[in-house]
């Protein structure tokens, strides 16, 4: 699913040229240009040619082994989202990484997604954040899933309230339910969390609502922003200024009500930014912005407190 976008864009987008693509199961989707660059494993791959990079778009619980291989041979690796499927793979992962001299990232595309990228812009106008709240639900999709919804979708959730709040997450709690049958994968997750800055979060995250919302919402001590990674809007709630007299008027708006400013925002393609990102990182620029490994594991590790928060009941810190 991921892997065909960023082929398409490895081989139009004009900041890289194509190596080739890998994949067990060839080419499902007729995603690569020249039948002659599909390959069936990574050895073949680098039989054939030595990639500057990789992008690791393989199940999630295959990272950590497909990562290593390439950082073994020399090559910088762009790991999606999330890092790893488990807090010891990703550990793994880094190190493989470290130990062969390469260059890592991770693919939390969100974190390049016009509105949030606004929300980052806009923060200093609703003043102290004291909550973060997203909601990330869908239908169910038709691709069979090696880890649940907090490893697969929460951890878009994690990565973006940490950026946002611009501190580690400290504790967690959370609920999950299995709806669609498929134990042990969670199909719903409700996180509640704080951040060592003392920010409040929550999360609510599943794949079993009939209609998609992705919503990310920063209320602050003089208003609100509201971010839809869907459309890529993003709105200022300004807090209360005019009181409003008409009766009717204040049944629909309260009290009083604040200006609101939707913002009109420049909108490229969030998975390229990433890509274009990442390949000015491994050409030396260490403030391209790309999310660092050590952020992934972070995500990791509080996906996984997040887990075993709804497994026993408690809060646990990650
Ligand atoms: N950043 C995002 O928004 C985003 C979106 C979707 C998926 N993802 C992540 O990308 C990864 C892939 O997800 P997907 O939805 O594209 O999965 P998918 O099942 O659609 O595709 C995975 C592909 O990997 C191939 N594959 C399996 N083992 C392989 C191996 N060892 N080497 C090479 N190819 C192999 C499969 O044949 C399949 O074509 C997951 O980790 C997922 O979390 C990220």
Same mark, same amino acid.
């Given at each position: 699913? *991921?892997?065909?976008?960023?082929?398409?864009?490895?081989?139009?987008?004009?900041?890289?040229?194509?190596?080739?693509?890998? %994949?067990?199961?060839?080419?499902?989707?007729?995603?690569?240009?020249?039948? %002659?660059?599909?390959?069936?494993?990574?050895?073949?791959? +680098?039989?054939?040619?030595?990639? %500057?990079?990789?992008?690791?778009?393989?199940?999630?619980?295959?990272?950590?082994?497909?990562?290593? #291989?390439?950082?073994?041979?020399?090559?910088?690796?762009?790991?999606?989202?999330?890092?790893?499927?488990?807090?010891?793979?990703? #550990?793994?992962?880094?190190?493989? *990484?470290? %130990?062969?001299?390469?260059?890592?990232?991770?693919?939390?595309?969100?974190?390049?997604?016009?509105?949030?990228?606004?929300?980052?812009?806009? +923060?200093?106008?609703?003043?102290?954040?004291? +909550?973060?709240?997203?909601?990330?639900?869908?239908?169910?999709? $038709?691709?069979?899933?090696?880890?649940?919804?907090? @490893?697969?979708?929460?951890?878009?959730?994690?990565?973006?309230?940490?950026? +946002?709040?611009? !501190?580690?997450?400290?504790?967690?709690?959370?609920?999950?339910?299995?709806? @669609?049958?498929?134990?042990?994968?969670? $199909?719903?997750?409700?996180?509640?969390?704080?951040?060592?800055?003392?920010?409040?979060?929550?999360?609510?995250?599943?794949?079993?609502?009939?209609?998609?919302?992705?919503?990310?919402?920063?209320?602050?001590?003089?208003? @609100?922003? #509201?971010? $839809?990674?869907?459309?890529?809007?993003?709105?200022?709630?300004?807090?209360?200024?005019?009181?409003?007299? $008409?009766?009717?008027?204040?049944?629909?708006?309260?009290?009083?009500?604040?200006?609101?400013?939707?913002?009109?925002?420049?909108?490229?393609?969030?998975?390229?930014? !990433?890509? !274009?990102?990442?390949?000015?990182?491994?050409?030396?620029?260490?403030?391209?912005?790309?999310?660092?490994? !050590?952020?992934?594991?972070?995500?990791?590790?509080?996906?996984?407190?997040?887990?075993?928060?709804?497994?026993?009941?408690?809060?646990?810190?990650?």
């Amino acid at each position: 699913m *991921i892997g065909r976008h960023h082929a398409r864009l490895l081989q139009t987008g004009g900041f890289a040229r194509f190596a080739g693509a890998v %994949d067990p199961a060839g080419d499902q989707y007729g995603a690569v240009l020249d039948p %002659d660059k599909v390959f069936p494993s990574v050895e073949a791959l +680098l039989a054939a040619t030595t990639p %500057d990079f990789a992008v690791i778009a393989v199940p999630t619980a295959q990272h950590a082994a497909a990562a290593a #291989e390439l950082a073994r041979a020399g090559v910088h690796v762009l790991v999606e989202k999330p890092l790893a499927g488990t807090v010891q793979e990703a #550990e793994e992962t880094i190190a493989a *990484i470290r %130990d062969a001299g390469v260059r890592g990232a991770v693919g939390h595309v969100e974190r390049y997604n016009p509105a949030l990228l606004g929300v980052r812009e806009h +923060l200093h106008e609703i003043g102290q954040v004291f +909550l973060i709240s997203t909601e990330r639900v869908g239908p169910f999709p $038709d691709r069979i899933r090696d880890v649940g919804v907090v @490893m697969d979708l929460a951890t878009h959730d994690l990565d973006l309230v940490r950026w +946002l709040g611009g !501190e580690p997450v400290a504790q967690v709690a959370a609920q999950t339910a299995v709806r @669609m049958g498929r134990e042990p994968h969670e $199909d719903l997750v409700l996180i509640t969390g704080r951040l060592r800055n003392d920010t409040t979060f929550n999360c609510v995250v599943d794949r079993v609502t009939p209609t998609k919302r992705r919503r990310t919402r920063i209320l602050g001590e003089r208003g @609100m922003l #509201e971010a $839809d990674t869907l459309t890529g809007d993003l709105v200022l709630y300004k807090n209360a200024s005019a009181t409003v007299a $008409d009766p009717f008027a204040q049944a629909l708006r309260g009290v009083s009500e604040g200006d609101a400013i939707r913002f009109a925002l420049p909108r490229p393609e969030p998975l390229r930014t !990433e890509l !274009e990102t990442f390949v000015a990182y491994i050409q030396g620029d260490d403030d391209a912005g790309v999310v660092t490994l !050590e952020e992934g594991l972070h995500t990791v590790q509080v996906a996984a407190a997040a887990l075993r928060s709804a497994q026993t009941g408690e809060t646990v810190s990650p």
